[in-house]
């Protein structure tokens, strides 16, 4: 005999189906989160987003200019203050010029539209020499007909 509509075991088994079919249809509709370098509703960030990673290895910073937007805002952690426009592109060219660094990856974790613009989170990671660092960053993305570019910049602390 089956169990009744509203048995025990069968309560159990509908929650378990539901554990289950939950994060598997999540993932196949995209609900999850979004792809790593798709910018929702709009041309790829991938690309964009590693050039600027890698305009900071090795003191390669030629093509950083062309990723910030002329009112580009800059967060650093202190003690260093905030900045806007060329002053701040300014301040990132002098970093990644200054870098002996083998490694900078942008790694997204959460990326969003807000109107004309993507607000992305996640992690920096950088290594130099044998070390590895990581910070928590904010940029927002505004696409322009040139590409993508830069208008806000936050990060933490490196660990």
């Known amino acids: 005999m089956a169990p009744g509509p509203d048995s025990p075991a069968r309560r159990r088994a509908t929650m378990i189906r539901g554990l289950v079919a939950g994060p598997l ?3 196949a509709t995209g609900c999850e989160g979004h792809d790593r370098g798709a910018a929702p509703g709009g041309r790829d960030l991938g690309p ?3 050039a600027l990673g890698a305009s ?3 003191g390669r910073a030629g093509s950083l200019r062309k990723l910030l937007h002329a009112d580009l ?3 650093p952690p202190e003690p260093d203050s905030a900045l806007r426009g060329s ?3 300014d301040y990132l060219e002098r970093l990644a010029r200054a870098s002996d660094l083998t490694r900078s990856e942008l790694t997204p974790t959460a990326l969003s539209r807000e109107g ?3 607000l992305e989170r996640g992690t920096w ?3 130099a020499g044998e070390r590895t660092f990581r910070s928590r960053y904010t940029m927002r993305w505004r696409e322009t007909p040139a590409g993508w570019t830069v ?3 936050r990060w933490t602390l490196f660990r």
Do not use: T
């Open 25 to 27: 249809l999540a993932l």
């Open 56 to 58: 900071f290895v090795g």
């Open 125 to 127: 990671f950088l290594e």
């Open 116 to 118: 004309g613009f993507v």
């Open 48 to 50: 964009a987003r590693v």
């Open 73 to 75: 805002i800059v967060q």
């Open 151 to 153: 208008v806000l910049w």
């Open 87 to 89: 002053a701040a592109a």
